[in-house]
């Protein structure tokens, strides 16, 4: 490839951000890797770490208090020049606030694999971690207007056995799905947790159904808002926050303030 070549694919490379919201750096990299293995020739992958926050999001309070963490990472990567950003969490945490913070498209991993899958099944399950994960999950179901379509299983899996390779969290993932499949009467199956990237592919061999990985398919359809110059509206619900002074410990979240550090 020539050198000019090169600066020219260099400034055409489009950017997207992949935020992992909790704080565990080794889930980041599964993330990563399931991101860059659907990624366009002309896609670059930034994946990055939440610095403040839980080391997993597991229900409503961690959920919660990852929220400032991904809020930071997605204004630096709008500012370094992504032009979309996706949260890599199942619960899509933050994704309103973010949508409103940022001038970017922001893209959560649930709503982008339910998509994805009602393009493909009339009937599909989403089979999440834990119980304490499986509500939520089903909120958005309801929201995302899925409720007539799909249905939502906890395998029991705490989010950081599925980093441990000593751990029975693929077992009893498995077996969460073959009951999906015959009690569900399932068509599809949609993997109900980011750290869970890297097996959607396994699993379609192994079960013979399309299954659906969130962190790829926000991918494409980031790329796919991209490419046809579709962004957020500012105008109603996801309109910039009003500026206003707030105090103590959040005083840095300020609207304006993230975006501008």
Not at 219 to 237: D, F, N, P
Not at 243 to 257: C, D, E, I, N, V
Request: glycine share 8%; with cysteine.
């Amino acid at each position: 490839m020539s050198a000019a070549v090169g600066r020219e694919l260099e400034r055409t490379a489009v950017q997207i951000l992949v935020v992992n919201p909790n704080t565990t750096a080794s889930m980041t990299e599964t993330i990563a890797a399931a991101a860059r293995l659907v990624a366009g020739a002309g896609t670059e992958i930034v994946a990055v770490t939440s610095t403040m926050g839980p080391v997993s999001i597991e229900g409503y309070y961690d959920e919660a208090l990852a929220v400032p963490g991904l809020l930071v990472e997605i204004a630096a990567g709008e500012r370094s020049g992504a032009l979309a950003a996706i949260v890599a969490c199942f619960d899509d945490t933050g994704l309103d606030a973010a949508r409103a913070m940022a001038n970017i498209p922001v893209i959560g991993i649930c709503e982008a694999a339910l998509s994805a899958a009602s393009f493909i099944a009339q009937r599909f399950t989403v089979v999440t971690t834990t119980e304490r994960s499986r509500v939520p999950v089903e909120a958005l179901v309801q929201r995302y207007g899925m409720a007539g379509r799909a249905r939502v299983r906890a395998a029991d899996i705490p989010v950081l056995a599925l980093e441990d390779p000593t751990s029975d969290a693929i077992l009893k993932l498995r077996g969460e799905i073959a009951r999906a499949l015959d009690e569900d009467r399932a068509e599809a199956i949609v993997l109900g947790c980011a750290g869970m990237a890297d097996l959607a592919a396994a699993l379609r061999r192994k079960f013979g159904v399309p299954v659906v990985d969130g962190v790829g398919a926000a991918v494409k359809q980031a790329e796919a808002l991209i490419a046809l110059g579709l962004s957020t509206s500012k105008r109603g619900a996801y309109a910039n926050p009003l500026a206003k002074p707030y105090l103590g410990a959040l005083k840095s979240f300020a609207p304006g303030t993230v975006a501008a550090e």
